[in-house]
């Protein structure tokens, strides 16, 4: 189908991007701007802003609580961003709209971003959170089954990393991943994936804008190489938990995450490709308030079997 019209409508009004290279701190500044009030949000039992003590340091997390209730199971969220943007703020919505959704606690990670932070600091942010909910699960009144972890983007470049190190190390209490138009190859050859020419121009993300975005991370010492980088590199995905990978149809990195998908049923993970269509790139973040891509916080919640 073609491009959601009310997508084309905003992407037909967005200015022309400045020339000249990226400001990390201007974008980051603009995007904060367009952060909803809190009074404008959507209400839930609690939110609480905490300071998560791991073996990464002091790491900032948003908590949501749903609804009162003696326990519940947690999802890590982890925000998108091109690992040089996005925030606590910035996300809040998807965060809130998860615990809403999912009946679940919903911990948000405010992990270190490049270029401030060199590879693999914000990483080690993410799975060193993933730990310390596990840990301090009688205080975060964690009920003990459901650790899932879910992300956008780059958060869901984060999510396949830490799932892949938590099974490296033994840790074996995360029990779902959901990546959200993952970014799962920085390695971006257009020749890699016919989507990356297919949809180049003019759906909001585009092609020749993917490797000065996460220049920031590659600088910082990220190897695209490396399947910490680049999660679909990664030569053996057995034994990882069951994933729900959503793609866009209208997104350069779409082909990526459904091979991804594939790679892990190939390997006898339970793995499910959802591809929405008629969306691009950050739906999820940009235009879940239209009906048939809100969807996916119920598709989320039905995967994670609390329908």
Not at 210 to 239: E, H
Not at 277 to 282: F, L, Y
Request: glycine share 10%; with cysteine; proline share 7%.
């Amino acid at each position: 189908m073609p491009l959601h019209p009310e997508i084309a409508t905003f992407l037909a009004g967005l200015p022309t991007p400045p020339e000249g290279p990226l400001d990390p701190v201007a974008m980051r500044a603009g995007d904060e701007a367009h952060v909803a009030p809190p009074e404008e949000r959507l209400p839930l039992h609690a939110v609480e802003d905490l300071t998560a003590r791991t073996a990464s340091g002091e790491v900032p997390v948003r908590i949501y609580t749903p609804a009162e209730a003696d326990r519940h199971g947690v999802l890590v969220y982890f925000h998108g961003g091109a690992f040089f943007l996005g925030s606590l703020n910035t996300h809040d919505h998807i965060a809130r709209s998860l615990a809403k959704e999912t009946g679940l606690k919903v911990v948000s990670v405010g992990f270190r971003l490049a270029p401030e932070a060199a590879f693999p600091a914000g990483l080690d942010d993410c799975y060193a959170v993933v730990r310390w909910v596990a840990e301090e699960g009688e205080s975060l009144a964690w009920d003990g089954t459901t650790l899932a972890l879910a992300g956008d983007s780059s958060g869901g470049n984060l999510v396949a990393a830490v799932a892949a190190k938590a099974h490296d190390d033994g840790f074996d209490r995360i029990t779902h991943q959901i990546l959200y138009y993952p970014s799962l190859d920085l390695d971006f050859d257009v020749d890699r994936y016919a989507s990356l020419r297919e949809n180049a121009v003019g759906y909001g993300l585009e092609t020749a804008g993917l490797k000065p975005f996460n220049a920031f991370y590659i600088d910082s010492g990220a190897d695209p190489a490396d399947p910490l980088v680049s999660p679909i590199k990664r030569a053996d995905l057995t034994g990882l938990p069951p994933a729900l990978v959503v793609t866009a149809e209208y997104d350069p990195m779409r082909d990526e995450g459904e091979l991804y998908g594939r790679r892990l049923r190939e390997a006898g993970v339970e793995a499910k490709v959802s591809r929405y269509e008629g969306a691009g790139h950050g739906f999820v973040q940009h235009f879940s308030w239209i009906p048939e891509y809100h969807a996916v916080f119920a598709e989320t919640r039905d995967f994670l079997g609390r329908s």
